[in-house]
């Protein structure tokens, strides 16, 4: 097959103004992946922005940044495990007392791993979906409730996977966890509207950043990238674009949907 003419990735684009004089919060934002960049997005289109991730050194560094590169807006920050009830909720709390109210929620925390179900143990069947699924529900449970008194309405992104619709050996646990994040952004999106709240999803396949590299062989993300429609990773970026356009205005009749940014959906 030849190379694509979008095997190359194009510059990032500038922000539009998508989310001017919106609130955002994003959790796991800490660090090099889709977390920061969505944060860092969400800050071009015009918002103001609460990061939060459990790793206090990494959640400063993330902000030094983010304020030096967006010194006229608000760049909150709050430590949260989102393995903890009691953090998530008062994740929500903060958010509010930082920003004013919360315009988006975007649930990005997950852990994966690679493991053979024979070798499995339930600890670390346990704690991928933890992190990856039920911190989305606490989340988004805390949302909603903030959302079910608030006079304005709101949008919630969770963060899937392609995993979530297709097959790949030693990620049972978090090809689960990431379809249960799938179907619990359709279920809770139906409930939601009664409070004027979206829920959509992006399943991305793989965006390459320094983190992945320290957990994935660079030939399984080699192997990877070679089977997407471009032959490359996505940027970090592009995700990101992707959920700044799903928390926008630009997509007020879009709910309940997981977005592939990918050719590889099944």
């Known amino acids: 097959m030849n190379a694509s003419p979008l095997s190359t990735p194009p510059e990032e684009i ?11 919060v994003v959790t796991a ?9 969505s944060a860092r997005r969400a800050l071009l289109e015009g918002a103001d922005v609460l990061v939060s991730d459990f790793h206090e050194r990494r959640l400063g560094e993330t902000v030094e940044k983010l304020v030096l590169e967006f010194p006229d807006q608000t760049v909150a920050q709050t430590v949260c495990d989102v393995s903890k009830t009691d953090q998530v909720n008062e994740l929500i709390d903060v958010a509010v007392r930082e920003l004013g109210q919360i315009d988006v ?3 990005n925390a997950g852990l994966g791993g690679e493991t053979p179900i024979v070798e499995m143990t339930d600890d670390q069947w346990d704690r991928v979906l933890d992190i990856t699924l039920t911190s ?11 959302f079910a008194a608030a006079p304005h309405n709101g949008v919630i992104v969770n963060n899937a996977s ?3 619709w297709r097959a790949q050996a030693g990620q049972s646990h978090y090809a689960a966890g990431k ?6 952004t359709r279920c809770s999106a139906v409930e939601a509207a009664e409070y004027g709240v979206r829920i959509n999803a992006v ?3 793989i965006a390459r950043h320094p983190f992945l590299a320290k957990v994935t062989s660079e030939e399984l993300l080699d192997d990877l990238a070679s089977r997407e429609a471009y032959g490359r990773a996505a940027e970090v970026w592009e995700i990101a674009a992707t959920i700044a356009m799903l928390a926008s205005d630009y997509t007020t009749y879009l709910t309940g949907e997981i977005v592939s940014i990918s050719s590889q959906r099944a």
Do not use: C, D, E, Q
């Not at 934002?29 to 960049?37: K, L, N, R």
């Not at 989305?136 to 409730?145: E, I, P, V």
């Open 29 to 37: 934002a800490a660090g090099t992946g889709i977390g920061f960049a």
């Open 105 to 107: 929620l975007i649930n």
């Open 162 to 164: 392609v995993l979530g």
């Open 203 to 205: 399943a991305p396949s």
């Open 136 to 146: 989305t529900f606490r989340a988004t449970r805390a949302a909603l409730r903030y």
């Open 179 to 184: 379809a249960g994040v799938m179907a619990l």
């Open 14 to 24: 500038p922000g539009h103004g998508l989310l001017l004089g919106k609130k955002v």
